[in-house]
């Protein structure tokens, strides 16, 4: 069974710092990838996702990720941290059926 | 557009009681449908999910069942609750292609299980 692995359970940056949430999957098929945000009492929802094509991929609030292959890794980065941008994200993996693998969570704390 | 309902948003339960959680979808058709249980520190874990109305795929054995009696609902059951029972159930929608099919997940609000 494919598993998701994030590497930082809580990251504290301050405002303008560069943000990079690592993730890696271990599935040697075919992924679909994707990076969801949850921010202080709000629904989980979308941030980006990969299914084919360019690896690297846009989201919204400029937020983006870069799927490499041969690592196995589809890492979130920003350029520069907003207070807004304090959430909970998760990155998930989907290999061809209709289900997603969670990743545990990284809390990401920025403090203005 | 579409909109997905989970009630109630909070829920506190002796143990050994019932427990029925309910979602709704609007404004799609013949949706698939996710249940998980978010623990922090620990992620999402998908509980069951559902492709059509009476079928239940279940992803891990427990104390808890799911069922879809319409094409736009689905209910989380138990018969006896656990303390283990305690935390945070998602509901999720996807279009009827699934995530295959190119479509993502939307999530409901949630609702806190605290069983005493």
């Known amino acids: 069974a494919q598993s998701v692995s994030q590497h930082n359970h809580h990251v504290i940056l301050s405002e303008a710092a560069s943000l990079e949430l690592g993730c890696n999957y271990s599935y040697g098929g075919t992924v679909n990838l994707f990076w969801y945000v949850q921010y202080p009492g709000q629904h989980l929802q979308l941030l980006l996702k990969y299914f084919s094509g360019d690896p690297l991929v846009k989201g919204i609030k400029g937020f983006e990720a870069e799927f490499i292959k041969s690592k196995f890794s589809f890492n979130l980065r920003k350029p520069s941290v907003q207070w807004s941008d304090t959430a909970e994200y998760f990155c998930a993996v989907n290999t061809g059926y209709s289900t997603l693998t969670f990743g545990k969570g990284t809390m990401l704390l920025v403090s203005p | 557009s579409q909109t997905i309902h989970q009630w109630p948003a909070t829920l506190v339960q002796p143990v050994g009681s019932p427990l029925s959680l309910e979602c709704t979808v609007e404004g799609t058709s013949n949706p698939n449908l996710y249940w998980y249980r978010q623990a922090a520190g620990r992620g999402l874990q998908l509980l069951f999910y559902?492709?059509?109305?009476?079928?239940i795929s279940s992803e891990v054995p427990q104390n808890l069942s799911a069922s879809r009696p319409q094409d736009r609902q689905f209910i989380l059951s138990s018969k006896k609750l656990l303390l283990s029972d305690s935390g945070f159930y998602l509901c999720?929608?996807?279009?009827?292609?699934?995530?295959?099919?190119?479509?993502?997940?939307?999530f409901g609000p949630g609702t806190r299980l605290t069983v005493l």
């Open positions: 999720a929608w996807s279009g009827s292609l699934g995530l295959a099919g190119g479509y993502e997940q939307f």
């Open positions: 559902s492709v059509g109305i009476g079928q």
